[in-house]
């Protein structure tokens, strides 16, 4: 079964700094891959998204994310960060042969003044 | 207009008690899922309708019951609450089965006391 690895479940940094949020995914056969925000106390909100093509997707807020399939990877990243992007992250895949979007464990970023 | 209105947004409640989260969705969207998210922000999938049919059932208590009037609202009922219940649950809906930008609701805070 396909699943995503968040490899940091927290990552600090200062405001204008860039950020990088790690995701790897198990499976090397066509993927479908998301980036979601968790702001506090609120629901999940796609990023972003990589269905096929351009292996750079680019998504709100000033994120993106790249494919990468040798490395089986799609990091996310953001040249600078502000305050405001303080939240939890979360890389998500569907589970091959099912249609459940199945999510990594999640990545809180903070940012610091 | 909320695009996905979950109600209540906390609900406590004592051992043993049934309650019941409704969701309701103005995209048109056909596809509808409850997730739960525990106290370290991991995400599971519980349930999923399309237009009204149920297509997913993770392995959950039978305690727990889905239920879909129409394509618009999937509401969950939960019989003999448990502590290990307490969690945020989350209603989502999509365009189509195969189709992973989800829409979120804000989320139901149940504590089980």
């Known amino acids: 079964a396909q699943s995503v690895t968040q490899l940091d479940s927290q990552v600090p940094v200062f405001e204008e700094a860039p950020v990088e949020l790690r995701c790897n995914y198990s499976?090397?056969?066509?993927?479908?891959l998301f980036w979601y925000v968790q702001y506090p106390n609120q629901g999940l909100q796609l990023l972003l998204k990589?269905?096929?093509?351009?292996?750079l997707v680019k998504g709100i807020n000033g994120f993106e994310a790249e494919f990468n399939k040798s490395q089986t990877s799609f990091h996310l990243r953001k040249p600078s960060v502000h305050i405001s992007d303080t939240a939890e992250y979360f890389c998500a895949v569907p589970q091959g042969g099912s249609e459940k979007l199945v999510f990594g464990k999640g990545t809180k970023l903070t940012v610091n003044p | 207009d909320t695009a996905v209105s979950q109600t209540p947004k906390y609900l406590v409640t004592q051992m043993g008690n049934d309650k019941s989260i409704k969701c309701e969705q103005n995209?048109?969207?056909?596809?509808m899922y409850w997730y739960k998210q525990d106290s370290k922000k991991f995400l599971k999938i519980m349930f999923s309708y399309n237009n009204k049919e149920l297509i997913i059932n993770e392995t959950v208590p039978n305690r727990f019951s889905p239920k879909s009037p129409d394509k618009a609202h999937l509401n969950l009922h939960i019989n003999s609450l448990e502590l290990g219940d307490s969690a945020v649950y989350f209603c989502?809906?999509?365009?189509?089965?195969?189709?992973?930008?989800?829409?979120f609701g804000s989320g139901t805070r149940l504590t089980v006391v």
């Open positions: 989502a809906s999509s365009p189509s089965r195969n189709s992973y930008g989800y829409t």
């Open positions: 499976s090397s056969v066509s993927v479908y």
């Open positions: 990589y269905l096929s093509g351009s292996t």
């Open positions: 995209l048109g969207h056909d596809t």
